[in-house]
C-alpha cells in the first residue's frame, strides 16, 4: 500500500514537472517573439546616424545616392575630422 503511494506521487509530482516544463517552455517562447517584434520595430525607425571623416564632397554625393535609394530614411551625419 504504501509503495502504491509513493507510486502515485512520484507520477504525479512527473506529471507537474512535465506539466511546469510545457508552461515554461511556452512563455520563453512567447517572451522571445515579443523580445524579437519588438527590436525588429526599433531597427526600422527610420533614422540613420553617420559618423564620417570624409570630406564634404564625398559625403554630400553619398549621402544624395542614399537618400534616392531609401527616400524614407532620416540621415543625420557627424562630421570627425
Request: charge should be positive.
Given at each position: 500500500?504504501?509503495?502504491?503511494?509513493?507510486?502515485?506521487?512520484?507520477?504525479?509530482?512527473?506529471?507537474?514537472?512535465?506539466?511546469?516544463?510545457?508552461?515554461?517552455?511556452?512563455?520563453?517562447?512567447?517572451?522571445?517573439?515579443?523580445?524579437?517584434?519588438?527590436?525588429?520595430?526599433?531597427?526600422?525607425?527610420?533614422?540613420?546616424?553617420?559618423?564620417?571623416?570624409?570630406?564634404a564632397d564625398n559625403l554630400k554625393y553619398y549621402?544624395?545616392?542614399?537618400?534616392?535609394?531609401?527616400?524614407?530614411?532620416?540621415?543625420?551625419?557627424?562630421?570627425?575630422?
Amino acid at each position: 500500500m504504501m509503495f502504491k503511494v509513493y507510486l502515485l506521487l512520484t507520477k504525479g509530482e512527473n506529471v507537474i514537472t512535465k506539466s511546469f516544463t510545457k508552461i515554461f517552455t511556452s512563455m520563453t517562447i512567447f517572451v522571445m517573439f515579443l523580445f524579437l517584434l519588438t527590436f525588429n520595430r526599433i531597427a526600422y525607425a527610420g533614422e540613420l546616424l553617420v559618423y564620417s571623416s570624409t570630406d564634404a564632397d564625398n559625403l554630400k554625393y553619398y549621402m544624395d545616392e542614399f537618400q534616392k535609394a531609401n527616400p524614407d530614411i532620416k540621415v543625420n551625419v557627424v562630421r570627425e575630422s
